[in-house]
């Protein structure tokens, strides 16, 4: 019998975020498997739940928009109409238009909106202190009505009656927080793994019971594998020393010495990936995109137990994407204890359509050749 955990979505409806014009789906479970077709909109409607979870967190928009645009940060610093760009690939159709709006609610009642907005700037007194105010121009009114002013372009996000804006002009630009201070959020892309990342994740919960969990599921790939530990050592470029940086190295049983993770192939690595970020979402919510990639489909039904396992153990709620008809498969015959959903979306006349199936009915449909990939 599947448990119930809280979950931390328990529905969505999204408007006007890139590709979706318009999403509403009734309910999620605790592990929810995203599949469709090419260009449907998988990968966006993780990027949207990332974004309603850090309730519009501008570290998190920065880094959508950038990992999508292959941008770095360095170029925002010096580049408005660049920053511009950035931001106006959240809006549908690339526009960024007086008065367009994105929203975000669920079935928590919280909702996230984020518009293009113009403001300008007015001296308050205050105890004999000046100081500049922020003011936004309403959409009732014009920019052209107040054309005797300086007027500056952002991006305005509200949450749940907090507000903040984010600026065009680098000297305005403002982070609330930065993404390292959500501690239950992660989001784990299809690139390759990150010994920083890795590193970082695995300090968080090292000398816990959470190493062994990591350490079982390297052992679905290695099943000799002893103990993991992130070791410094030098990173050479070209013929130079550049510096140091950490990373994973294994131990065997029956085996002296420690030996790199990175020799053992891409597979391991994104196992490592996979599971660092599993163990950080404690009461939280974990996002990864091509759950499948580098990983033998032999091995997924083994990677999906012990990602169940940790769901469950953890309370942590899950949302990925896959192209892979294995990985379909895989979670529809490994996923127990916890209330798993297949969601595939599908365009159609009307527009974008989520269509749920449990993992029971998935299961069912795979045993008798019906495609629900």
């Known amino acids: 019998m599947a448990t119930d955990l809280a979950l931390y979505i328990p529905s969505i409806e999204i408007s006007c975020f890139k590709s979706l014009k318009h999403l509403k789906i009734d309910s999620f479970g605790s592990i929810n498997l995203l599949t469709g077709d090419n260009n449907v909109g998988k990968s966006t409607l993780l990027e949207a739940l990332f974004v309603y979870v850090s309730e519009g967190n501008s570290d998190v928009l920065l880094r959508i928009a950038g990992e999508r645009m292959n941008c770095f940060g360095v170029r925002l610093e010096y580049d408005d109409e660049y920053t511009k760009k950035i931001f106006a690939s959240f809006f549908t159709d690339w526009k960024l238009a007086f008065g367009n709006s994105i929203f975000i609610t669920s079935g928590t009642g919280k909702s996230l909106q984020i518009d293009f907005v113009y403001y300008y700037e007015t001296e308050v007194q205050d105890e004999g202190e000046t100081y500049l105010r922020r003011k936004l121009i ?71 019971d959470l190493e062994v969990e990591v350490i079982n599921a ?35 049983c029956g085996k002296e010495g420690r030996f790199p993770l990175s020799v053992m ?32 489909y032999r091995r997924q039904p083994a990677l999906w137990k012990i990602i169940s396992h940790l769901v469950e153990k953890l309370h942590i709620q899950l949302f990925a994407t896959t192209h892979s008809n294995d990985c379909v498969k895989s979670f529809a015959e490994s996923v127990t204890g916890i209330t798993a959903k297949l969601i595939r979306l599908e365009r159609r006349e009307k527009g974008l359509k989520a269509v749920d199936y449990t993992a029971e009915e998935v299961s069912i449909a795979a045993n008798n050749d019906i495609e629900v990939r």
């Open 138 to 208: 309403d959409t009732e009114q014009k920019p052209n009505d107040v054309s005797d002013i300086e007027k500056f372009e952002a991006i305005r996000v509200k949450y749940e009656g907090e507000e903040q804006l984010i600026s065009f002009d680098r000297a305005r630009v403002r982070l609330r927080k930065s993404q390292s201070d959500m501690k239950n959020i992660q989001f784990i892309r299809t690139s390759s793994y990150s010994d920083e990342v890795n590193a970082r994740l695995w300090d968080k919960i090292a000398l816990t």
């Open 265 to 296: 192939g891409d597979g391991m690595n994104r196992i490592l990936s996979l599971i660092l970020g599993l163990v950080n979402c404690k009461d939280g919510v974990c996002f990864i995109d091509e759950i499948e990639n580098g990983v033998y």
């Open 218 to 252: 390297l052992r679905i790939i290695e099943p000799d594998i002893k103990g993991i530990a992130f070791l410094e050592e030098p990173v050479k470029s070209s013929l130079q020393l550049s510096g140091r940086r950490r990373a994973a190295y294994i131990t065997y």
